[in-house]
């Protein structure tokens, strides 16, 4: 596993002390390679927020902008960013399903309840960096990051890597489910793109790395072209 990065913001520092605390036993005990920054306010996190982060461990009730301001921003921001929030009550649980956070945890925060997030955040990043795939009777794998684009193609998908093209017996509708909230997009419902493979995003054309043009129906235009300039070429 490739070293993580996590962040942890709180304005208090005996509770940002404990949780970091916790996460450098769970980090210690399970030997995962894991870089943890600290930041006491929404705005320093922002403000300092250079390449992504994995996971951001967020408190609710801060000086200045809340948790919840916070996690909208990092959404707009950078919407692979997984959240887990920390709040003194259940006051916002509803609100964190709007941002789409990973787990919501009410202090004071047990060793055994932040564990078992982690377990579950681990346990889907994992799944994420392997694909897993029919072909005949067998189920395949390969790594995440080499899948370009997947194609429906009759009752078979294939998938197309740098390398080659891999028929399969999984629908096109399953991979979406799978890769639903990873870096994929629909631009087109016979297509699954990976958004590391895109080099450009015309109006009515995705563009790939390898020259391979895809097109982008008219409904889903608008928020390809925003989400582009949110990921970037990458």
Known sequence: MDRMRFA??????IERCIIRFLLDKYIKEHDYSVEVEEFVSGEELLKNHGMDYDLVILDIYMRGMNGIDTAKELMRTHPKEKIIFCSASNEFAEESYDVEAFRYLVKP??????????DKFFQRYSELQVLEYKYQRTVRRMLLKDVMWIEAAGRHTIIHTQKEQVETNTSLSEFTKKLSGVEFVKPIRYALVHWQAVAEVTNDTMVLQDGTKIPVSRENRKEIQEAFM???SV
């Open 109 to 118: 925060i047990s060793e055994e309840k932040l564990f078992q997030s982690l």
């Open 230 to 232: 949110r990921f970037g």
């Open 8 to 13: 942890l913001c709180d304005d208090s520092d």
